[in-house]
């Protein structure tokens, strides 16, 4: 059950980004709109817009190793709810298509108008799948986009749509240059968490040896072997001159003629495979169980809110010495980016629901896929979204801003939306609608 709970939570915040991206295609022009699906005085959302928006989820889903081909999957309930799946996300669909009719109604409000330089690129965007995809025919294109709701013409107007809520943000937001450092650290303060964690794995890595056998410590920095210039001397080849390492510079030897590396100050580092990814090897069993006994031991007795005992285990568990250096600081996790926490990383998401429930200094335990945590709940540091090296956590804290923002903007026009029972009715649901990767 943990995975739907991912699921759900992270897909529920990805639609509020996607209603962000996107406005009502009566946008592009006072045209007809066909059945449309939401109105709200002249504005209209057409069911295409909405099926299109339902593709593009599935597409989402499936990206996120989802079985969105099981009509098992569609049918299973949303925990702690009575809602399956499948209207869960026709339902979440629909009301993130009333902010983008809400957002047509502001864009005429305001008296916006798009570019023509933008309304070209889409259109050159459109002809080069058409030309592409369709190879030239765009009845052939047509066809093939038809199971997302949509053909060439809407797809344009989809595509102009995006283009004119993008020009909205920026008028409103500056795209987040507009918003005040006391408004981005107050949303940082209340919405993200810190964590710090000692992991005992059920794995290990491979580590850089030389050539004598010995674990290599490198300099964190420059990543070049570091020695114990106190232990140990140069030594020389037969010819006199220095013996040095791969990198050029001078080994250390002690007197037994054994190399001396910094173990203080150095790190590991682990060995990559063809692919740019650390070589790992499954524990065996006993070694697996030594390393639960032993976080549930450390979870028990270290002691409450005292980090430099917890960080002095840290150091002495590091999995992968040298390949965290970015996590020195710790982990920071939020709501807008749990949609990220996939894979490998898909414990970040439970951990993120205890880490709501604890306070500063609180320790807690959790088992994953990859081992056993025992996590340390820290503060937020004032301004560490500012710092560089920690963009792949914050990346979304201005998008989380605006989205709330827009939403206090938009909160009455929202009010007033109605929606066209009729119309909804012949709409596609998402597991009869094609899975859409690329548009």
């Not at 005085?41 to 990206?63: D, N, T, V």
């Not at 002691?303 to 020195?328: H, M, Q, R, W, Y």
């Not at 909804?424 to 548009?439: E, F």
Request: charged share 30%.
């Amino acid at each position: 059950m943990k995975k739907k709970n991912l699921l759900t939570r992270a897909l529920a915040l990805t639609l509020a980004l996607c209603a962000l991206v996107t406005l009502c295609a009566s946008c592009s022009g006072k045209k007809d709109v066909p059945d449309p699906v939401l109105e709200c005085g002249e504005e209209k959302l057409p069911l295409y817009f909405y099926e299109f928006m339902l593709s593009r989820m599935k597409g989402s889903l499936a990206r996120n190793k989802y079985p969105v081909k099981s009509d098992s999957f569609w049918a299973t309930k949303v925990e702690g709810s009575e809602q399956t799946y499948e209207e869960y996300y026709n339902e979440s669909i629909l009301e993130s298509c009333k902010k983008y009719l809400a957002s047509a109604v502001l864009f005429d409000e305001m008296g916006l108008t798009l570019p023509a330089s933008a309304i070209a690129a889409i259109d050159e965007e459109v002809a080069f799948y058409v030309d592409y995809d369709g190879d030239g025919d765009e009845s052939a294109f047509n066809k093939l986009i038809s199971p997302f709701g949509v053909d060439a013409d809407s797809l344009r107007e989809c595509y102009i749509i995006e283009a004119k809520y993008e020009h909205l943000i920026s008028h409103l937001f500056g795209g987040g240059k507009l918003i005040a450092d006391s408004v981005r650290e107050e949303y940082y303060q209340k919405n993200y968490y810190c964590f710090k964690q000692v992991l005992l794995a059920k794995f290990y890595y491979k580590y850089q040896h030389d050539e004598y056998g010995n674990m290599i410590y490198f300099d964190a920095k420059t990543k070049k072997p570091l020695y114990d210039t106190e232990k140990g001397s140069y030594a020389y080849d037969k010819d006199g001159a220095r013996i040095k390492d791969t990198f050029g510079q001078p080994m250390y030897f002690d007197a037994e003629g054994n190399v001396v590396y910094d173990e203080e100050n150095g790190v590991p580092r682990v060995v990559l495979d063809e692919n740019g990814n650390p070589i790992q090897y499954e524990c065996t069993d006993e070694e697996i169980a030594a390393n639960k006994a032993l976080a549930k031991e450390l979870a028990a007795t270290l002691t409450e809110g005292n980090f430099s005992e917890f960080e002095a285990k840290i150091k002495e568990n590091v999995l992968v010495i040298g390949a965290v250096d970015e996590f020195d600081d710790g982990y920071y996790l939020s709501e807008i980016e749990s949609a990220g926490y996939t894979g490998d990383v898909a414990y970040l998401s439970d951990i993120l629901d205890m880490l709501k429930e604890m306070k500063v200094g609180e320790i807690g335990y959790y088992e994953s896929d990859a081992g056993f945590h025992v996590i340390m709940k820290y503060g937020l540091e004032e301004g560490k979204y500012t710092e560089e090296g920690y963009e792949s956590w914050f990346s979304a804290l201005d998008a989380y801003i605006i989205n709330d923002l827009f939403d206090i903007r938009i909160a009455d026009t929202l009010s007033k939306i109605k929606i066209n029972e009729e119309n909804l009715a012949k709409a596609r649901s998402i597991v009869d609608l094609g899975i859409n990767y690329d548009y």
